[in-house]
């Protein structure tokens, strides 16, 4: 593309590289609803941010940065919205699952609990985290290629709802355990139906090439029907899961995953004579991190997965299974902000502005890991001044260590603002390391003008109690 042909228009044309960030936004001060928490608005006094009644400066001044902010009551409506976009369920089985791993603290347990969701825990730390919080077991389903023993037994002594079964070892592993304790397990087989989604795009193949479950096309899922019917004493097959990947935006990746799984359910009944109650589509479903992104709601959503599995059923005569579909972070990614503060600004001469901030790849490692875009915003006051091609980085020694990779930000921006990167509710705090030694920081709640502190700031005490010397 030439250089006069940028789409963000001659006048810009001489600081973009091609095929970079797009034209400026029209008010740099606005605050997209797509992308931002519902609460989010703008102080009329001061121009600040303020998010659940509270100004990001004062905030800022309590807590520190860089810090994460949660609106609980945008969690808690997404909640409400995939709940209800299913219409009548049972409240011991909800159709709708919480992928803990985008984010999982004691209190973030219990909303999901309040709200009647069901939870998805992949390790034997989520599972601990929601045992603590009082999470009802029987909603919780246990994920994950390779559960250890220990995280089995407990999972199973505590009464997890349902065992996602991964591998033919585990299969014979947990209807061991199972026996020894007298108790059955609820299991659901992990099917890989060959269809990888990524944003905009699926595609879908024959057989994958992946750690995660049993392969349809090479005939593993149904040996593996076959050995946990084998075991029908000690495990009890409820049905299939089917999880075909993240950020997904069209329902075009759910209709192929849809229609080989139920391809699975017809052939267990012709061989078993049993139709399997159960599917579950697993999550993926996407969100806005930026203006481009247009996800569809909840409610189209499961409105054309449930006609896709009741048209796939129909086809076989089958009875249509009860759907269930595991979110992560279209509930907790959008309802929640990064906030950090600006140390040091570096204009590239004829490139872009370099804006240091006091977190980074340790506290947002998607960028580096993933190429993932966000919005970011001057979260202390609003500027009329020009825009500036920005490229917000962090502290660490390491030059990947990029939190926004193009944005626009005002040229005024430097030492002692706030910025606010938004949708980082999933992902950032649950993949947040201790690179550089850096304290990881904290999760803090906002509603009605109040701030609670989730998880705590670590300390420089947190990190030389570990070390032994
Ligand atoms: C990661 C994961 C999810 C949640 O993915 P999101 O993109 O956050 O919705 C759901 N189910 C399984 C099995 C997963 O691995």
Redesign the pocket.
């Known amino acids: 593309m030439s250089r006069a042909a940028h789409p963000a228009g001659p006048r810009y044309a001489d600081v973009l590289p091609a095929g970079g960030v797009g034209a400026p936004p029209a008010d740099l001060n606005a605050l997209d609803p797509k992308v931002w928490p519902i609460t989010a608005a703008r102080d009329e006094e001061t121009g600040q941010l303020t998010l659940g009644g509270l100004g990001v400066r004062e905030l800022a001044r309590r807590q520190g940065t860089p810090a994460y902010v949660l609106d609980e009551a945008d969690w808690r409506r997404r909640a409400q919205t995939w709940l209800a976009a299913f219409g009548d369920y049972s409240r011991d089985e909800p159709p709708v699952h919480y ?1 803990g ?2 984010f999982l603290s004691k209190a973030v347990a219990r909303w999901a609990a309040e709200e009647g969701l069901g939870l ?1 825990v ?1 390790s034997g730390g989520e599972l601990a985290i929601a045992l603590a919080a009082g999470f009802p077991a029987h909603r919780i389903t246990f ?1 994950g290629n390779n559960k250890t023993v220990e995280e089995l037994t407990r999972a199973l002594d505590a009464g997890v709802g349902r065992f996602v079964v991964d591998s033919q070892q585990e299969i014979e592993r947990l209807a061991q355990l199972a026996a020894d304790r007298g108790a059955v397990a609820r299991v659901m087989v992990r099917v890989t139906v060959g269809v990888e989604a990524h944003t905009h795009e699926f595609i879908a193949t024959a057989h994958e090439d992946q750690k995660f479950g049993f392969s349809l096309a090479g005939g593993e899922a149904a040996e593996a029907v076959r050995r946990v019917f084998k075991h029908r004493g000690s495990l009890e097959l409820v049905g299939l899961h089917s ?1 075909i990947g ?2 997904i935006f069209d329902t075009a990746g759910f209709e192929t995953a849809a229609h080989r799984a139920v391809g699975l359910l017809a052939a267990i009944r012709e061989e078993h004579g049993v139709a399997l109650p159960e599917l579950d589509l ?4 996407g969100i806005a991190y930026t203006s481009e992104d247009d996800p569809e709601d909840a409610f189209t959503i499961v409105a054309s997965l449930k006609a896709i599995v009741a048209r796939e059923c129909f086809g076989y005569s089958l009875p249509t299974p009860r759907i269930t579909v ?5 509930i907790s990614g959008p309802p929640g902000i990064t906030l950090y503060e600006v140390g040091t600004v570096k204009p590239l001469e004829g490139l872009r502005t370099y804006v240091s901030v006091d977190g980074g790849m340790s506290d947002n490692i998607r960028t580096a890991l993933y190429d993932a875009e966000y919005t970011c915003a001057l979260a202390s006051r609003t500027s009329e001044a020009e825009p500036m091609l920005a490229r917000v980085v962090g502290k660490h020694c390491e030059s990947g260590d990029i939190v926004v990779k193009d944005t626009w930000l005002p040229a005024d921006v430097g030492p002692g603002d706030l910025l606010a990167v938004a949708a980082t509710g ?1 992902y950032c705090r649950s993949m947040a390391s201790n690179y550089n030694h850096a304290l990881r920081p904290p999760v803090l709640a906002v509603l009605d003008g109040a701030e609670r502190v989730l998880v705590r700031r670590e300390t420089e005490e947190d990190l030389l109690a570990l070390d032994l010397g």
Request: hydrophobic fraction near 20%; glycine fraction near 22%.
């Open positions: 992928a791993k985008s998805d992949c994920h999880h993240s950020q697993g999550g993926g479903l595991e979110p992560g972070r279209a999933a």
